[in-house]
């Protein structure tokens, strides 16, 4: 309401009269500014209105955007799902034919190898009866052609025996049970020993190793590990061979067997394992090549890992991996 203003007689009119004539105009006068805010109000509404409505669009915008990604991230991971199946598949089609030629190669080697055994008894029978019923019949060269037959027949013996084994420690059963690392290596280490009594080696044995593993081809590993430390130690005076276990940062036992003999290139690292390869010429240290191939073979069996450090005229170090076994 607009202000009362005072009472004053207007001019040609009665008193009354012209305090309702005033009373009208601030009325109406009143009347105008309502109306005036009202219109102002009106402004501020459709200007927020409109502000909404751009705040809505825009939002709405928003959304589709983000359902659009959303579109577009299911179909790529449906896709990607897609291929992982695939892939799958694929793997296990070709892990599946990669065992079936594995065992297909083991057969076959197992039986190569078998068969060879009878010519190759056959052949070192008749030099060795060459050598001793014609011996006075043949001459110097004669006799050295019938021994070089006989070496051959008898390395050609042993790479058939290791073939045998190599084939054989993929194909056996296991068995695992608890087992003295340690007593196992002390037992190899004598028996060399009594082998070759002359020779002054220095064994280094870790006390209580033990692991689970199975015995037969465990002795196995530990066989061929440490008959090659003795083999390559052999042209050391102060020979050195020694068995413990280090520290692996995971519930597995790693156990060692270091020398201090030829040792070998780290370059060549990786040809360590596979078969048939050697790193040192027969003339120098005797061999097959075959035994590391067989240790790798077993490790992995049981689940664990092997490698090996050196240096050339330094000595190796070759290492495992095995579950430990219970404690008692």
Known sequence: ??????????????????????????????????????????????????????????????????????????????????LNAELEVRVDQRTAELIVANKNLEAFAYSVAHDLRSPLRALSGYSEALTEDYADRLDDTG?????????????????????????????????????????????????????????????????GVRVTADRSLIRTVVQNLVENAWKFTAKRQDATIEFGTTATGDTRICCYVRDNGAGFDPAFTGKL??????????????????????????????????????AVGQGATFYFTLNPAPAP
């Open 1 to 82: 309401m607009g202000v009362v203003r005072p009472a004053a007689t207007a001019p040609g009119f009665p008193p009354d009269r012209a305090d309702h004539a005033r009373a009208t105009l601030n009325l109406l006068e009143d009347f105008v500014e309502e109306k005036q805010q009202l219109k102002d109000t009106q402004l501020a509404v459709m200007n927020i209105l409109e502000d909404a409505t751009a705040d809505r669009l825009k939002a709405e915008a928003a959304v589709k955007a983000t359902l659009s990604i959303l579109e577009e991230l299911s179909a790529a991971q449906a896709e990607i799902g897609a």
């Open 143 to 207: 006799r050295w052609y019938a021994d070089r037959i006989q070496a051959a027949t008898e390395r050609m013996g042993k790479l058939i025996d290791d073939l045998l084994l190599l084939a054989q420690v993929s194909r056996t059963d296991m068995n695992t049970e608890p087992v003295d690392l340690s007593a196992e290596v002390t037992a190899i280490s004598a028996e060399l020993r009594a082998r070759e009594p002359g020779r002054a080696v220095r064994f280094a044995i870790g006390d």
């Open 273 to 310: 394992f596979q078969p048939f390869q050697r790193l040192h010429a027969v003339t120098e240290f005797p061999g097959t090549g075959i035994g590391l191939a067989s240790v790798q073979r077993i490790i992995e069996r049981h689940g664990g890992r092997v490698w090996a450090e050196g």
